[in-house]
C-alpha cells in the first residue's frame, strides 16, 4: 500500500522562518500520519460500549467534551455526546482496529478517519500567543491544563485544539481537516512570522 501523501507536500518548508531570533518563538511541525478511528454509539448502550472499551484498552473513556484520556500511546477524545476519536501510533493502530473489527453496526458505527485530518504540533514560549491570533479561547495553564482540548474554529477552519504534557513551553496539537490544511498552514506561518519561527521535519 502506498503511503499516505502529506497535504502539505507543496508548501512546507524546513527551517527558521520569519523574525530572526534563536531559539524560535514558536515551532511547528506535521506529525506522521496516525490511526485516528470514530466512533458513535447510540444513547441507549453508549454506556456499555464505554465499559467495554475500558476493560480493553485500559484507557477511561473521557465523561465531557473537554478532557482526553490516554493510556501508553492511545489518546481519546470524546468529540460528541455519544461519539469519540480513538488516536495512537504504531502497532497500537493494528489492535484498535483488531478490536473494532469485532463491533457490529447494532453496537456503534466505526469509521478510520486517519485520511480527513491533517495533524500539526505547535510548541514555544509563543505558542499561545500564535493560536490566539486566531482562537478566542484562554490558553494560560489554570484555563487550559494539560490534557484539555477544544473543538474551535481558527480562520474559519474548524479545528480540534489539544494541550499536550510538556515539561517546559507549551505544546498544542491542532487536528484540521486535510482540506482546509494548505489554507491554515498558511494563516499559521504567517501568523507566526512577526513572532520569530521555525518549522520542523516530519516525524513521528
Not at 30 to 40: G, H, K, N, T, V
Not at 128 to 137: A, V, W
Not at 161 to 187: C, G, I, K
Request: proline letters at 7%.
Amino acid at each position: 500500500m502506498p503511503e499516505p501523501r502529506s497535504a502539505l507536500a507543496s508548501t512546507y518548508t524546513v527551517g527558521a522562518f520569519g523574525l530572526k531570533q534563536e531559539p524560535a518563538a514558536v515551532v511547528l511541525r506535521e506529525c506522521a500520519p496516525r490511526c485516528l478511528i470514530q466512533l458513535s454509539g447510540w444513547p441507549d448502550s453508549f454506556g456499555s460500549i464505554c465499559e467495554r472499551i475500558t476493560s480493553h484498552l485500559a484507557v477511561r473513556v473521557p465523561v465531557d467534551c473537554l478532557t482526553a484520556s490516554a493510556h501508553d500511546d492511545v489518546t481519546i477524545f470524546r468529540v460528541g455526546p455519544t461519539r469519540l476519536w480513538f488516536v495512537c501510533d504504531g502497532d497500537s493502530g493494528r489492535r484498535l482496529r483488531d478490536f473494532f473489527a469485532a463491533f457490529g453496526a447494532t453496537d456503534a458505527v466505526v469509521t478510520e478517519i486517519d485520511h480527513s485530518r491533517t495533524v500539526i504540533r505547535v510548541r514555544g514560549p509563543e505558542a499561545r500567543t500564535l493560536l490566539n491570533r486566531g482562537l478566542p479561547i484562554d490558553l494560560e495553564n489554570s484555563a487550559f491544563p494539560e490534557h484539555v482540548f477544544v473543538q474551535s474554529v481558527i480562520h474559519h477552519v474548524p479545528v480540534l485544539v489539544h494541550r499536550l504534557p510538556s515539561q517546559t513551553d507549551p505544546v498544542f496539537e491542532l487536528y484540521v481537516p486535510r482540506e482546509y490544511a494548505v489554507t491554515f498552514w498558511e494563516w499559521l506561518t504567517e501568523a507566526a512570522a512577526p513572532l520569530g519561527g521555525r518549522v520542523e521535519g516530519t516525524e513521528a
